[in-house]
């Protein structure tokens, strides 16, 4: 039987999500990659390597890497972290793909980003464009029109209304509200529960309703 195989680079909890996602598409996840040497693999009976020295070692001993796709499982605001990691897939000609759920609604209109992730229950509305190596989490909702950029992470139940726009690795959390036609700069992070009624410039963290700015990054 032949099936897609994948390698994640994160061995975490969000590996384990990927890895059941992976499985509902017929895929399977056959090695793990981290930068942390005291990690251990978050997948049963997979093997987990570390960092580039430990993918090339993977690599060295690999036969062919036809049907064998890359994912990167880390979330938060590492998007540029997300983005690093697929060049270095797409270095060694291993492609990246996008995943999204089954439960997921996916306007036709909407266009997603290479090795971006939309998972359970997650909402990708009518011209609403995300960029690569994005995170839509557990019922995170993106309305019509809005233009994400790359390496954003939309946390569980996080909402973008209509015309929204956010920069570059921006970090959305959990349950917050983002209001129509609002602008958030790159590398901006908006605080669990937070609803944003103004735009937000790069590099700040805001948190509270109306959520305002605490912090640069």
């Given at each position: ?44 009976e997979v093997p987990l390597f570390f960092g580039k020295n430990g993918f090339q ?84 909702s993106v309305d019509h029109e809005c233009i994400i950029g790359d390496g954003v ?7 973008l209304c209509g015309c929204v726009t956010l920069g570059n690795n921006v970090m ?46």
């Open positions: 039987m032949n099936y897609s195989k994948y390698v994640v680079w994160g061995s975490s909890g969000h590996a384990k999500v990927l890895s059941s996602l992976i499985s509902l598409t017929g895929g399977q996840v056959v090695a793990l990659f981290d930068n942390n040497s005291s990690a251990v693999s978050a997948l049963k070692k993977w690599f060295d001993y690999q036969k062919s890497i036809d049907d064998t796709y890359g994912i990167a499982a880390i979330g938060g605001s590492r998007g540029n972290d997300r983005l690093e990691i697929h060049r270095l897939f797409h270095s060694y000609g291993i492609e990246v793909k996008s995943l999204i759920h089954p439960t997921a609604s996916v306007c036709l209109t909407a266009t997603i980003g290479k090795g971006s992730q939309l998972l359970a229950q997650s909402l990708l509305a009518a011209d609403a464009v995300i960029g690569k190596a994005c995170i839509l989490n557990h019922q995170a992470h939309l946390a569980p139940s996080s909402t959305i959390g959990a349950g917050a509200t983002i209001l129509p036609r609002i602008t958030i700069g790159d590398n901006t992070v908006v605080g669990a529960g937070s609803t944003v009624t103004k735009n937000l410039p790069n590099n700040v963290v805001a948190i509270g309703t109306p959520a305002r700015i605490v912090k640069n990054t």
